[in-house]
């Protein structure tokens, strides 16, 4: 939130330069964000009255102007059109410099001798930067400056535009009346409090209320004003106000409502009454109602949306922005303005589902004074007649009012203990006061009434840290803690998922981590149709579900990766994901990857080549050898719905289910944004980081014996299902089972295979004899012939 330093100091002014006051904002939690001077030094420049305004001799839309200066009368030849005799106007003298690099000197203009220049805003850095001198007009100065008096002070400068970071709790801060009350509070100031005088009605001009959400709006008041000047324009120091808080002028009216906003925290609305149909509705949006807003979107609400209606329908949105058939405009002369309280509860959320965020919304989602509407709306008023005219009618106020907040018990020995010092009962007292609350002694400590603004203060914790805050952090003795130190366990039976990461990251990997929000139709088409756990109050509509995977998030970075030139990509993550289910939302640790492009990085000595399925799986076999034995584990061909049939495998452990490898499906890559399909794995966690207990094997001091065997199969015969089978058949002896051959075509019978392994054979206690070797073979041979049909290529 940007606010100036020159408005703040008009409620609360502590002694020293802007860094003191900067550095008090910070350690008080108003963390400041960045400083920037409001305009330039303007040297050169002065106030200037414009006495006499002619034609220019040469030059219809040139006007010959004598200007005091204070030291004298000078000619300045002027192209703007709202130049006029008594006007006082930024007036540039020879050897200023603006800040746009002009330099100021004399010159002559179509014949006619000029002594300086009369300045617009956006000469002078303080307007649109975009406008023009001759389409903005000159900037005409309040009265009362003095001619030839440096022109910086009638224009507040210097001043410092201050960017707070304001923390979603302390709704109370939203304001330059709120900064200003809490600066005061911790500061021990003295803190001018605003004062909006009642504005006595010209009339009593009604216009129809009717709250039938009170819950949803306990306070709703509205004031009509009729007769307001079309023609009216916001005054200089208004619009400087908005624009050092970075918003831009529009429109008396909306620059009001603004401004009250921005000084007393305290959202807006203003309708052209003409443009009415009868009196105002508050109430639940009905289902897919249609409303166009002032951006000229229209959208469709859902019917927990709160909206203000009239005879035709829906004409606002509650707390976040009003529609456009009632928007006030440059013929508007009769306007309606709201000041309401809108429960956070209705508010929370609504915004962000429909992709909008604004100022209203972002105060009212946290919480607004309860009891601030009447005097934003004295306020609002009195502006309005002030700079457009009018006659007010009387103000009406619709709904019951909040209740008041319950109030905090405060211990002082639990003060004391979460502080680790004691804070003498008077310097607690005297801070609650200074922060608006209303303190009762009683034996154990206080009982504390915090104001209705203070949204914060619900519970004990919250009073100890407003007091610590105001006490000042810095004033508590640092003491060191003592804690008994307990070590850690390190089963042998757990792999830390740490160890696995680091497998992947030796293999190429680079770790991710993504939202556990996701897009819900991608989620839906990774899930295979199945809906994902809604969220109630979703960021975007991007991340609208609970990931029911990993993978549409890794799919999303594989895209933004893609797109910035990289084409060899492999990540992994590890995280949690949410499974809805009859009997609630489950969640599931996973440990998820992509990747695409070549096998290896571009190199000489290795031609390039496309990652394919078995170069991830023996990434993954790097991953499972961490955690078991090979025999453990086994990939059988499957079918998932988001992975391509035919090139998907299922891995499983001891015969139970853990995890999946394969190509995306080809029907998802185009949604998903691709244009190939990137392997896909993702394994549970659980199951995963239950490791095997190696147990001693001893090195064998004698010779091993290799036996190759090559067989015929079906095609469609598994080679891990041989490995298992002469894994089994072959016994202890057998140390590894090496596939160095498949081979299919030429001299192979259509639907079969060869299949070509390498049996390593090795005793711990003798050598093994060419008898007991061909035994072994011979088992195996049986085994396959027997269990897949197998028999000997020749």
Same mark, same amino acid.
């Given at each position: 939130?940007k606010?100036?330093?020159s ?6 002014s ?7 006051l ?5 350690m ?12 330039p ?7 200037g ?9 040469? *030059?219809?839309?040139?006007r010959?102007c ?5 030291s004298g ?10 130049v006029?005799p008594?006007?006082l106007?930024p007036? *540039? ?9 002009l330099e ?21 850095g ?8 001759? *389409? ?19 224009l507040?400068?210097?001043d410092t ?7 979603p ?7 330059v009346?709120?900064?200003?009350? =809490?600066?005061?509070?911790t500061a021990g100031?003295?803190?001018v409090?605003?004062v909006?005088?009642a ?11 009717r709250?039938e959400?009170p819950?949803?709006? +306990?306070?709703f008041?509205?004031r ?10 916001s005054?200089?120091?208004?619009r ?18 603004? %401004? ?13 009454? =003409?443009?009415?149909?009868?009196g ?14 002032l951006?000229? $979107? ?5 019917d927990d949306?709160?909206v ?18 009632t ?8 306007v309606?303005?709201?000041s309401?309280?809108?429960a ?12 909008l965020?604004?100022?209203?919304s ?34 009406q106020a619709?709904? *019951?009012?909040a $209740?008041?907040?319950?109030p ?9 203990r ?5 804070v +003498?009962?008077?310097?607690?007292e005297?801070?609650l ?11 154990e ?23 610590a805050?105001?006490?000042?952090? =810095?004033?508590i003795a +640092?003491?060191?803690?003592t804690q ?12 830390s ?8 990251v ?12 996701v897009?819900?139709e991608?989620?839906?088409? #990774? ?8 969220l109630?109050n979703p960021?975007?509509?991007? %991340?609208?579900?609970m ?5 549409p998030? #890794?799919?999303?970075a594989l895209?933004?990766n893609?797109s910035?030139q ?15 289910g ?13 990747a695409?492009? &070549? ?5 000489w000595?290795?031609?390039?080549r496309?990652?394919d ?9 790097a ?11 086994d ?7 988001a ?6 495998a ?5 015969g139970?289910h ?5 190509? #995306?499906?080809p029907?998802l890559v185009? +949604?998903?944004?691709?244009?190939e399909?990137?392997?896909l ?9 239950a490791?095997t207990?190696?147990?001693y094997q001893?090195?064998s001091?004698f010779?091993?014996v290799?036996r190759?065997v090559a067989?015929l199969v ?12 002469v894994?089994d $058949?072959?016994?202890?002896a057998?140390r590894e089972v090496v ?7 030429e ?7 060869s299949?070509?392994l390498?049996?390593i ?7 093994l &004899?060419?008898?007991e ?8 041979v ?13």
């Amino acid at each position: 939130m940007k606010i100036s330093e020159s408005w703040l100091r008009e409620f609360a002014s502590p002694p020293g330069d802007t860094a003191a006051l900067v550095h008090q904002l910070t350690m008080q939690g108003l963390e400041v964000e960045s400083i920037e001077s409001a305009g330039p030094a303007l040297d050169g420049v002065v106030v200037g009255l414009v006495q006499d305004v002619a034609p220019h001799p040469d *030059a219809d839309r040139l006007r010959v102007c004598q200007v005091d200066i204070g030291s004298g009368t000078v000619q300045i030849v002027c192209g703007a059109p709202n130049v006029r005799p008594g006007g006082l106007y930024p007036a *540039a003298l020879p050897g200023a410099t603006l800040p746009g690099g002009l330099e100021i000197g004399k010159a002559i203009l179509r014949g006619v001798q000029s002594g300086g220049m009369l300045c617009s805003a956006s000469e002078l850095g303080l307007g649109d930067p975009g406008a023009s001198g001759r *389409a903005e007009g000159l900037l005409e100065l309040d009265a009362g400056g003095l001619p030839g008096s440096p022109v910086a002070p009638a224009l507040a400068l210097p001043d410092t535009i201050l960017d707070l970071k304001i923390t979603p709790n302390r709704a109370d801060c939203f304001s330059v009346v709120g900064v200003a009350r =809490d600066l005061a509070a911790t500061a021990g100031l003295a803190f001018v409090e605003p004062v909006s005088p009642a504005v006595p009605a010209c009339g009593g001009d009604l216009v129809p209320v009717r709250v039938e959400d009170p819950a949803g709006s +306990p306070a709703f008041l509205v004031r009509a004003v009729r007769g307001i000047h079309p023609g009216a324009r916001s005054p200089f120091w208004l619009r400087e106000r908005l624009r050092r808080s970075g918003i831009r002028s529009i429109h008396p009216v909306v620059d009001i409502t603004n %401004l009250v906003m921005l000084e007393l925290g305290q959202p807006l609305h203003a309708y052209d009454l =003409d443009r009415l149909d009868g009196g105002l509705i508050v109430r639940r949006a009905r289902e897919s109602e249609p409303i166009q807003l002032l951006t000229g $979107a229209e959208v469709r609400l859902d019917d927990d949306c709160l909206v203000i209606a009239d005879g035709s329908g829906a004409i606002g949105l509650a707390g976040i922005m009003g529609g456009s058939g009632t928007a006030v405009s440059a013929s508007t002369t009769n306007v309606l303005l709201e000041s309401a309280y809108f429960a956070p509860s209705a508010i929370s959320g609504r915004a962000r589902r429909l992709g909008l965020q604004t100022d209203a919304s972002t105060r009212f989602e946290r919480g607004v004074d309860p009891n601030g509407q009447r005097r934003a709306l004295e306020r609002a008023t009195e502006l309005l007649l002030a700079i457009a005219g009018g006659a007010p009618g009387p103000c009406q106020a619709e709904g *019951a009012r909040a $209740a008041n907040r319950p109030p905090v018990n405060l211990r002082r020995a639990r003060l004391a203990r979460v502080l680790g010092e004691a804070v +003498p009962d008077p310097e607690v007292e005297g801070i609650l006061v200074r922060l608006g609350m209303e303190v009762t002694p009683d034996g154990e400590g206080w009982q504390v009434q915090p104001p209705a603004f203070r949204f914060d203060i619900s519970i004990e914790v919250d009073l100890i840290e407003e007091i610590a805050r105001v006490h000042g952090y =810095d004033r508590i003795a +640092p003491r060191p803690g003592t804690q008994a130190t307990k070590l850690g366990e390190a089963p042998s039976t757990r792999v830390s998922p740490d160890i696995l990461r680091a497998v992947l990251v030796q293999r190429g990997y680079q770790e991710a981590i993504t939202y556990s929000f996701v897009d819900r139709e991608r989620d839906r088409l #990774l899930a295979g149709g199945r809906e994902g756990v809604p969220l109630a109050n979703p960021l975007t509509a991007d %991340l609208a579900v609970m990931r029911q995977s990993l993978w549409p998030g #890794l799919i999303q970075a594989l895209g933004h990766n893609l797109s910035r030139q990289q084409r060899r990509v492999r990540l992994f993550e590890a995280g949690v994901r949410f499974i809805p289910g009859a009997g609630g939302m489950a969640e599931e640790s996973v440990l998820a990857g992509i990747a695409v492009g &070549t096998s290896v990085p571009e190199q000489w000595g290795e031609p390039a080549r496309s990652t394919d399925f078995h170069d991830v799986k023996a990434d993954l076999q790097a991953v499972l050898a961490v955690v078991g034995a090979a025999g453990e584990f086994d990939w059988v061909a499957d079918t998932h719905p988001a992975l391509q049939p035919g090139r998907t495998a299922r891995v499983r452990r001891r015969g139970q289910h853990l995890g999946w490898l394969g190509y #995306l499906h080809p029907s998802l890559v185009k +949604p998903c944004g691709l244009e190939e399909a990137p392997l896909l794995f993702e394994l549970n966690l659980g199951s995963l980081a239950a490791a095997t207990v190696t147990a001693y094997q001893e090195l064998s001091r004698f010779p091993a014996v290799r036996r190759d065997v090559a067989v015929l199969v079906k095609r469609d015969t598994p080679v891990g299902s041989l490995v298992g089978a002469v894994t089994d $058949a072959a016994g202890p002896a057998l140390r590894e089972v090496v596939v160095f051959d498949i081979f299919a075509g030429e001299h192979i019978d259509a639907g079969e295979k060869s299949v070509a392994l390498g049996l390593i054979l090795q005793e711990t206690s003798r050598t093994l &004899t060419d008898a007991e070797t061909d035994n072994i073979v011979g088992g195996v041979v049986q085994r396959l012939a027997r269990d897949f049909g197998a028999r000997m290529r020749e």
